[in-house]
């Protein structure tokens, strides 16, 4: 089991844990590989992570002992002076997932080759965020063509005779997926803008 985001990476809690059963043997907690432990506290009915031999520090969720801490939680977090000072809420992400899978919002996890393929995988979609395959600059406007010369340096007042052809070139290399049903299909191409 790991503890995937919203730990800093000078944190004192363990991003790594394996799990034991508890005292009664009905529920398991997690120890971490070096001092930390997640577990069920049934005074306080919430989730914890305690560093062994320090009160000052640890982490809490509310949630019942029948539903464990996995997925993105949002948790209160005392004394983790590496990361931050006092108490601070983090959302931190509990999932069991290695690193051939994706690690779903809500904990579970899914073959990482499903992610972002354009088909729901994970029970809380979270596999279909945040899907951007292109990454633009701040800067680019998509209304106006390259200019032919630099910006900087032309004067400002006749742009549109200024702008220059862009030429587009489309290479079809396979159709990977085509579903009528779904309304889906799915292409392999090259795309080539020249100018």
């Not at 049934?42 to 031999?53: D, K, M, V």
């Not at 899978?101 to 729901?120: F, M, P, T, W």
């Amino acid at each position: 089991m790991h503890f995937h985001l919203g730990l800093c990476d000078r944190s004192i809690f363990d991003t790594k844990y394996s799990w034991t059963w508890d005292k009664t043997g009905l529920y398991y907690i997690f120890r971490g590989y070096q001092d930390t432990m997640l577990l069920y506290n049934e005074s306080l009915a919430e989730w914890r992570l305690e560093i062994y031999g320090r009160t000052d520090v640890y982490a809490r969720v509310n949630s019942t002992r029948r539903t464990y801490p996995f997925g993105t939680l949002t948790w209160e977090v005392h004394g983790d002076e590496a990361c931050q000072e006092g108490v601070k809420m983090l959302q931190l992400n509990v999932h069991g997932c290695n690193q051939t899978e994706y690690n779903c919002d809500d904990g579970s996890c899914v073959a990482i080759n499903l992610r972002c393929d354009g088909k729901i995988d994970c029970p809380d979609k979270t596999d279909e965020v945040h899907c951007n395959l292109f990454e633009e600059d701040a800067s680019y406007i998509k209304e106006s063509a390259p200019l032919e010369e630099d910006f900087s340096t032309m004067n400002t007042e006749n742009l549109e005779s200024k702008k220059v052809d862009v030429d587009v070139e489309i290479d079809v290399l396979s159709f990977l997926e085509i579903s009528e049903v779904d309304g889906f299909t799915s292409i392999q191409l090259n795309l080539r803008l020249t100018w």
